[in-house]
């Protein structure tokens, strides 16, 4: 790392204009965003691209999402915008909102994994838009993080990991939201959801009066199976211990069934909603926030499973939320982190 840019507590973003500097002339840019932490590249080079895949480990055919502060950015690189495409960027930018569109050729191709279509995203956090703007190009960034570990939403989480590989480091302290954008493709005209986030499928059904998700959300895919969105295809958010995603709509079930499960084991880790807390008697607990308040879980859930692998646990049991509202990105997330172990009861 070579800059550091505090501005945890100054509203003053002149200092900005470098690190849109080093973006212009090709480097990396660790920048916050109202959903994760981003690591930026320029999004028009193709080389400056490669970078975050290298830095990343991530797999070069799983396309980037291009980050824009205003509608101008978005003619230049997207074609063919529809009525409907249109409605719902103008209702959820800027915001946690992505949609995929027929990309124009100044895209590379290292963006977008070769797709003819392309992620974009205006971000309302004010750092994020103003280093875009300070760029004058797209800032193709995805979440800041090696592959595969939780996403970053703050730069203590992530620091060890990606400091040593980037330019610069903006610290605008945690993140709003803690889960990646909503991703959505319009499918013959019915957006679909391609990822759940803070935009949920009721507020997509409020604007366009229909609203799809895609089945790979919860399940698990299969050998070979096409997807609409290649980043279903990776295991992500893992802590390195075996972890059970455990649900139940009646909480003593739920209690119950931790209960009897982590006691088969020497050393289990329970991720417990703060009302449960304490029904895991002498047992280590995580407290992931009151489930009354998805956005508290929302905002911790990746520092929190950060949190796992410290403990060494033999056995990992999370207590899952009722997938509604934000719920259903919150469930998607730890889904994916328990590798599809799943118990309902
Ligand atoms: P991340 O960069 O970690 O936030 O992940 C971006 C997500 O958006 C991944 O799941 C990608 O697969 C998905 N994505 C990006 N571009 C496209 C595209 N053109 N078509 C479908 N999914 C995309
Ligand atoms: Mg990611």
């Given at each position: 790392m070579k800059k550091y840019i505090d501005l945890r507590s100054i509203?003053?973003?002149?200092?900005?204009e470098e690190a849109g500097q080093i973006i212009r002339s090709g480097g990396l840019v660790l920048f916050p965003t109202e959903t994760v932490y981003g690591l930026g590249?320029?999004?028009?080079?193709e080389v400056a691209v490669k970078k975050i895949f290298k830095a990343k480990g991530r797999s070069a055919d799983n396309p980037l999402i291009l980050h824009i502060s205003d509608f101008n950015m978005l003619n230049e690189i997207a074609c063919g915008i529809t009525e409907i495409e249109h409605k719902l960027m103008n209702a959820f930018w800027p915001g946690p909102f992505t949609i995929i569109l027929n990309r124009k050729p100044?895209?590379?191709n290292a963006v977008t994994a070769s797709l003819d279509t392309v992620g974009i995203r205006m971000p309302s956090n004010e750092i994020a838009n103003k280093l875009i703007s300070y760029s004058g190009v797209p800032i193709a960034a995805p979440s800041a993080n090696i592959s595969g570990k939780p996403s970053g939403t703050n730069i203590n989480d992530i620091f060890d990991e990606l400091s040593e590989k980037v330019d610069c480091i903006i610290d605008?302290?945690?993140?709003?939201?803690g889960l990646e954008s909503t991703v959505v493709r319009v499918v013959d005209g019915i957006p679909t959801i391609l990822r759940p986030g803070k935009i949920t499928p009721e507020d997509i059904k409020d604007v366009v009066g229909k609203v799809q998700i895609d089945k790979h959300i919860f399940s698990k895919l299969e050998a070979g199976e096409k997807v609409l969105s290649p980043g279903m295809k990776y295991k992500h958010y893992a802590p390195n211990s075996k972890c059970i995603l455990v649900y139940s709509d009646n909480n003593e079930l739920l209690v119950n069934k931790i209960n009897e499960i982590s006691s088969l084991y020497k050393t289990p880790l329970i991720l417990s909603t703060s009302e449960n807390v304490q029904k895991y008697e002498g047992k280590l607990v995580i407290d992931i926030g009151s489930k009354y308040n998805l956005n508290e879980i929302a905002k911790n859930i990746f520092t929190d499973l950060r949190k796992v692998d410290k403990f060494n646990p033999d056995i990992v049991l999370v207590e899952g939320v009722k997938q509604e509202g934000l719920g259903l990105a919150i469930m998607n997330r730890l889904i994916r982190a328990c590798s599809h172990n799943y118990i309902e009861v």
């Open positions: 509203a003053d973003y002149s200092s900005l590249a320029n999004g028009l080079d100044i895209v590379p605008g302290g945690p993140t709003d939201v």
